[in-house]
């Protein structure tokens, strides 16, 4: 008899159930710094682990003085092998649904046909999903325009330095004299890379960043469509499984952040995935790094994300295949994960050099970002559906409305016979969701405590978009599975239906604010200065309107700012706003020549108080340090430029 056949009985199967869940308690209040619940009025709270933990302990030692074979460790491995037993018993999804093989000289010509018609179709949907903005390429952002226009900056900023210092890419002209000013937030690095050749071919910027923004929702479901036509051979599916990805309520919660929106390369990454697990071939396994790459540079939160998610998926997808299968497929992977590490290789010493400078995330703050299960049934008001509940307005992005269509469509690929792959999604999609509760889940004091990016993420609650990639997939597998064995028409009909659904609870609302298109031009008194360094007026904090307005109007002059906008600040910032209350008194005209700035700007448009206007140009005017340059009507008021009259020696650009 083998140790897999040795039986526990129930009490002793109770007592290691119960030892182990203390255990785990224990190290989750040791990262998390405790938990209260309620339960049936009850309040339960733990702050300390070593209760649990001692516990935990004496329960596997009574265990064992009373039973002590098979002991713990024994018993966990007979229940991975048995897992691992089933998962290989599973049939693949290609028998499941009958998928029919297709010539490998025709396979290419194929998914080509099959890639141009979906981006045909997604293109014009997107259009229809997303109106009006295709009549505003130029001028319409989301109304809070404030990470529209910081997108835009860094799109622009990157078409200008790369082909200019592509070494001091990541030292943008914010902030100075603080450097790795880039990667104070999400670099958008392959996106600015794929706008540069639009912005120097004389596009508008807002265009470029218009375009590139749609083009986030068109390519996310051609990106879907393939994979899932590849898993299940039906066009049907494939389609409604596009569509759900593409125009998931959560990019439209989203519509003001660029990164957030580009995830075609995840479906691509899992569609490489998948011929990896099935062929083993090395060149499948580079496609899986490469697409993994490249998400990762177009938004390092799903990057960091992705990886988490893929962890149980690739797991289950590759232990359900034979065991010579699992080691070709692991070392092609291996493959891919050096390309994938060669690619971003260059990113990791400017974030770290800027974590050193401006941190980690605060835990309050991860914690008001973290979602609570009811979010997902809060729906933005951008929504026509449940958008006028407004259930979703006082969160802000924690409105994660996935529809109940979807879950519930969803569930019927969950239902057996089961496939290692649908195992694999069931498991990414439980993780994705606890995830994206943050500090009120399971999961993510472990991943902040021993995963370094994770330190610097703000907001959990970004998981829910891969909780819709997972439906997105699932829900391909329901419909085929639902229109195998049906006629054309009827598998016409319940897929046309479906779809109907989907877009009665999808369908949302766009309001566009409206940008100006030339900056001010008292920055044409400039063009005989390159290179001075600014600071403008009005300045406030916490200010997510104005800074990312002077960091639009730099894109057309580039001079350096002491101004700026981001995912964090550094430190010298904050002291900068403090000692800029009182100006122009002589501390804060010191810390302004101790950053060397040249040019004062004040825009007399961007003054809510018009007292306020009035005092500091009657301060400026008559104060000694500073002189008049020029002055410019704009939008009603002047803006006024005055130069600083230098008294010290100028400041060298170094870390702050």
């Known amino acids: 008899m083998t140790r897999d056949d040795i ?12 030892a182990l869940a203390l255990l785990v308690a224990a190290a989750h209040v040791g990262m998390s710094g405790g938990f209260a619940i309620r339960v049936l009025g009850l309040r339960l709270s733990a702050r300390s682990p070593w209760r649990a933990a001692a516990l935990g302990a004496l329960l596997l030692v009574v265990r064992h003085l009373l039973l002590a074979r098979p002991a713990v460790h024994t018993s966990i491995q007979a229940v991975c092998r048995r897992a691992v037993h089933a998962l290989r018993r599973m049939p693949s999804d290609r028998d499941l ?13 194929r998914r080509a046909l099959d890639g141009v018609g979906a981006l045909c179709l997604f293109a014009g949907l997107t259009v229809f999903m997303t109106y009006p903005q295709i009549r505003h390429l130029g001028n319409g952002v989301s109304p809070d325009t404030g990470d529209p226009l910081l997108s835009t900056w860094r799109l622009s900023w990157i078409a200008h330095q790369v082909v200019r210092d592509p070494l001091h890419l990541f030292d943008a002209n914010i902030f100075y004299p603080a450097r790795y000013t880039l990667a104070f937030s999400d670099s958008i690095l392959l996106p600015g890379l794929t706008a540069a050749p639009l912005v120097w071919a004389g596009v508008p910027q807002l265009v470029a960043y218009n375009l590139l923004l749609l083009s986030g929702f068109a390519l996310s479901g051609v990106g879907m469509f393939l994979l899932v036509r590849s898993l299940t051979g039906s066009y049907g599916a494939a389609f409604v499984s596009g569509f759900v990805f593409a125009f998931l309520p959560f990019r439209f919660m989203h519509y003001a952040h660029l990164e957030l929106v580009l995830t075609q390369w995840m479906p691509l990454c899992l569609w490489a995935l998948h011929r990896t697990a099935q062929s083993g071939r090395t060149r499948d396994g580079l496609l899986t790094g490469l697409f993994f790459a490249l998400q990762t540079l177009s938004c390092i939160y ?15 997808l590759l232990l359900a295949k034979p ?6 497929a692991l070392k092609a992977l291996g493959a891919g994960a050096i390309l994938a590490g060669v690619l971003l290789a260059p990113i990791v010493p400017p974030y770290l050099a800027a974590r050193a400078s401006v941190g980690e995330r605060p835990l309050w703050e991860i914690e008001h970002y973290s979602a609570r299960p009811h979010d997902y049934l ?16 006082d969160q802000p992005e924690r409105a994660l409305f996935l529809g109940f269509v979807v879950p519930l469509v969803a569930l019927l690929a969950l239902w057996p016979p089961l496939s290692g792959a649908r195992v694999g999604y069931a498991a990414a999609l439980l993780l994705a969701f606890d995830v994206s509760l943050g500090l009120n889940g ?30 997105s997939v699932l829900v391909g597998y329901a419909v085929a599975r639902m229109t195998a064995r049906r006629g054309p028409w009827a598998a016409g009909g319940i897929t046309l239906a479906i779809g109907l659904l989907v ?33 403008e007026l009005p300045l406030k904090s916490p200010d997510i309107y104005l800074e990312p307005v002077y960091m639009y109007f730099s894109t057309f002059h580039w001079h350096k700012l002491v101004n ?18 009182t100006f122009p008194d002589r501390p804060s005209l010191a810390e302004l020549r101790r950053r060397d700035v040249r040019f004062v700007i004040v825009h007399g448009d961007l003054f809510d108080d018009v007292n306020e206007y009035e005092q500091t140009l009657k301060s400026l005017d008559h104060h000694p340090d500073l002189e008049l340059v020029a002055s410019e009507p704009w939008q009603g008021r002047q803006t006024r430029l005055y130069r600083l009259r230098p008294d010290a020696p100028p400041f060298s650009r170094q870390s702050s």
Not at 97 to 109: C, D, G, I, N, Q
């Open 503 to 535: 877009f009665g609870e999808y369908r949302s609302q766009l309001d566009l604010g409206i940008v100006g298109t030339t900056p001010p031009p008292i920055y044409d008194r400039l063009r005989a200065e390159p290179g001075s360094v600014l600071l």
């Open 442 to 471: 399971v999961s993510y004091a472990w991943l902040h405590a021993f995963v370094l990016p994770y330190r610097g993420l703000r907001v959990p609650a970004r998981m829910a978009m891969l909780v819709g990639l997972s439906l």
């Open 97 to 109: 649904l009958s998928v029919t093989a297709v010539p490998a000289e025709a396979a290419w010509r």
């Open 302 to 316: 799903y990057g960091i994300f992705f990886a988490t998610f893929l962890a149980p998926f690739a797991a289950a």
């Open 564 to 581: 700026g906008y981001s995912g964090f600040s550094p430190v010298s910032y904050g002291r900068l706003l403090e000692l800029m209350a």
């Open 323 to 328: 065991w010579a299968k699992t080691v070709r």
């Open 7 to 18: 039986r526990l009985p129930a009490w002793a199967r109770c007592m290691d159930g119960a």
């Open 378 to 393: 809060a729906a933005h008001p951008r929504n026509l559906l449940l958008g006028d509940a407004g259930s979703g307005a």
